[in-house]
């Protein structure tokens, strides 16, 4: 081995000294490159995603156009559906128009060759997207597919800067079994997983290199499952009956995700009851019609997220909702009461009740949480099939209209005549999402 000379040395030594002094300068730091902290069962051992940004800050903009674009997940109009009406009743102050592009099969490579024509021509100012999936082709981690990956995936992040839109890029979700109808899949659950969980890092990589949100739904999932099958039984999956499709739990966990990246901080509303002096305050969104003999009478203008559902079933939001924490997170409508002198107090809301002692509702009650049946749920449920019907009808548009005889015929026309079916559509979630008078009884134990 040859010894190196001193000003050699003295040259390596003062070049490794300069790095590290710059390191948490550089754009990757060294925060991204740790690994997520992991929970301590073998199961999770061979899993090495890297650390996700958080985000504090909001990222949509009032009157924000929104694209959520993905393949067979996003068309099964599940946590795309989540995040529509989840925009529409918990920020309809924001009045974000949302679009959704999924399309079955689809990797990133087959977004960009109809992203132009299907959906930079409505102009997005922000856009979601959910790939890798398809792109990993069922089959054990390989650098050739990873890398054909991150080049179209970050083409599709620069498309849509260049087009001016701000963007969250999203990972593809876990799988629960091997794909049954892909004929050239290969290798176990677990190599699936792995394989995944590198697309996943690949995402992350791209996302920063382009300066982008990211939106982090493989982990969550993954480890969901893992709880949710420990918590519920070994038939429960995230990813749903055929291991890939999600059913509602997955699908929640998926909009959670976006929700998160997105930055919603989830303050639906917080009513402030004094009851020595027999007062009552609301926030933003919700009016005091009156406090009187322990009843409080509020129209609201903002809804909470209405979820019903078995909560021990992979096809309930419900029970999504215990495995990651979406109603502490972003669905927060909380009632606070002071100088409460007795010791319990019987909460009344529309047909529920619930008991809380007068320290936990010094603290504030999340009513969002502790009431799956409340007086939103029926206005909720209108507003959430009127967001269905627009998005089954986006199917129709692009998929068979655009891409079919119509769109090859005359496609300006085909976006003129179907633009003008979609806009009632549109007109009927606003005009489903009235204000809502409801009551809060507080009786002593």
Known sequence: MKTLTYPVRHAVLFAVLFALSVLPLARV???EMEIETKPADPFFAKYNPRKAPTYSDLLLKEGDRLAIV??????????SRIIETYLTVCVPELNIDVRQYGWSGETADGFLKRMKNDCLRFKPTIATTCYGMNDYRYKPFEEAIGKAYRDKYDEIAREFKAAGARMVLGSAGCVGKVASWVKTAAGTLEDHNVSLCEMRNIALDVATKEDVRFADVYWPMLKAGFDARKKYGEKYNVAGNDGVHP??????????????????????GTYTLDLKAASATATPGHTV??????????????????????????????????????????????LVVSNAPAKKYTITWGAGSKQYSSEELARGVNLAADFAVNPFSGAFEKVDKAVIAKQSFETKQIKTIFHGKEGKADMEGAAKSTEAERAPLAAAIRAAMVPVTHTIKIEAE
């Not at 993905?70 to 946590?79: H, L, R, V």
């Not at 903002?302 to 999504?320: E, H, K, L, Q, W």
Request: glycine share 10%; hydrophobic share 40%.
């Open 70 to 79: 993905g393949d067979s997940i996003t068309e099964q109009k599940m946590y």
């Open 29 to 31: 730091s060294a925060l």
């Open 247 to 268: 059913g509602w739990a997955g699908h929640t966990i998926m909009a959670y995700a976006y929700l998160k990246a997105l930055g919603l901080k989830g303050d639906v």
């Open 289 to 334: 019609d009156s406090f009187k003999d322990g009843t409080l009478t509020i129209t609201s203008k903002r809804y909470p997220f209405c979820a019903t559902g078995d909560v021990a079933s992979d096809g309930s939001i419900r029970s999504a909702m215990t495995l990651v924490p979406f109603n502490e997170d972003l669905n927060r409508l909380v």
